[in-house]
């Protein structure tokens, strides 16, 4: 089913929000604009608890 590429995959959208914002600060990392620290501190906010 896989290979006939009949299976989708769905994610929740607080979910992809998230992932979303990752991506971003991932590509930012890539592009040399955000530091590997930069890009640790800004996604463990995301992830981390809210206080």
């Known amino acids: ?6 299976l989708s995959r769905r994610q929740r959208r607080k979910n992809a929000t998230l992932h ?6 991932w590509e930012a ?5 955000l530091s590997v620290n930069g890009l640790l501190r ?9 206080a």
Do not use: D, Q
């Open 20 to 25: 979303g914002k990752i991506f971003k600060l």
């Open 29 to 33: 990392n890539e592009r040399g604009e």
């Open 1 to 6: 089913m896989v290979s006939e590429g009949k």
């Open 42 to 50: 800004k996604s463990s906010g995301i992830y981390g608890p809210n």
